[in-house]
């Protein structure tokens, strides 16, 4: 299992663009095959900062991912809403059970 973490600022005036553009992104590849799941978050700290969470089954499906019309488009849509740089870091998990329970 992969799961991807990433962070990004955005600019204050790109939110209308981003909002829209993360929920279609997610919506779209938690219905691609190996998704397990995909989400956006906003920082209840700072409104400006986006967080992401994706799990994948496999390699293969992660690559197919970044393959996708839909993510091209998306990379596309966040270059003019970033300030700075996006953070992704990218952890190998061997097993995953409830935390409680």
């Keep these: 299992?992969?799961?991807?973490s990433g962070r990004a600022r955005l600019l204050e005036s790109g939110l209308e663009r981003a909002l829209?553009?993360?929920?279609?992104?997610?919506?779209t590849s938690r219905a691609e095959s190996?998704?397990?799941?995909?989400?956006f978050a906003m920082d209840v700290d700072d409104p400006l900062v986006a967080h992401l969470f994706e799990v994948w089954?496999?390699?293969?499906?992660?690559v197919?991912?970044?393959?996708?019309?839909?993510?091209?488009a998306f990379a596309e849509t966040l270059i003019?809403?970033?300030?700075?740089?996006?953070e992704f870091t990218r952890y190998e998990v061997s097993s995953a059970a409830?935390?409680?329970?």
Excluded: K, N
Aim: glycine share 12%; net charge negative; with cysteine.
């Design 80 to 86: 003019g809403v970033v300030d700075g740089d996006a």
């Design 34 to 39: 190996g998704c397990v799941d995909y989400r």
């Design 20 to 27: 829209p553009a993360a929920s279609a992104m997610a919506a």
């Design 98 to 101: 409830p935390l409680f329970g």
């Design 64 to 72: 197919a991912h970044f393959g996708t019309p839909h993510f091209a």
């Design 57 to 62: 089954e496999s390699e293969e499906s992660l």
């Design 1 to 4: 299992m992969i799961v991807i």
